[in-house]
Nanobody, 127 residues
Framework: EVQLVESGGGLVQAGGSLRLSCATSGFTFDDYAIAWIRQAPGKEREVVSCIDSFDGSAYYGDSVKGRFAISRDNAKNTVYLQMNSLKPEDTADYYC????????????????????WGQGTQVTVSS
């Protein structure tokens, strides 16, 4: 059974940092790109960042470039999202998700192209 479990969310002041973790199991982790996707209240889901499997290439949404960093540890089957210089507009539920096609890049992929999702972790940034 494919599972993704997020952790690390919480309440932080603007300008602060958080590190999210996504622990995975039930599939060959090295073969799949993984994304962090967020959904703020009343807004559509947004791919924040994703990381490819084969070379670790990372991609970011314009709203988080220069502030967030995604990484993966293939030995631990875990993906991380380091979030720095947090802003109130970063407040959202954050999900990690596995890209549906094995071995393919996640560059410019849409949220509906991820077929396994975790339960989410809430991030709240106070002003």
């Amino acid at each position: 059974e494919v599972q993704l479990v997020e952790s690390g969310g919480g309440l932080v002041q603007a300008g602060g940092s958080l590190r999210l973790s996504c622990a995975t199991s039930g599939f060959t982790f090295d073969d799949y790109a993984i994304a962090w996707i967020r959904q703020a209240p009343g807004k559509e889901r947004e791919v924040v960042s994703c990381i490819d499997s084969f070379d670790g290439s990372a991609y970011y949404g314009d709203s988080v470039k220069g502030r967030f960093a995604i990484s993966r540890d293939n030995a631990k089957n875990t993906v991380y999202l380091q979030m720095n210089s947090l802003k109130p507009e970063d407040t959202a539920d954050y999900y990690c998700a596995r890209f549906l096609e094995r071995g393919h890049s996640c560059y410019a992929r849409k949220t509906y192209e991820y077929n396994y999702w975790g339960q989410g972790t809430q991030v709240t940034v106070s002003s």
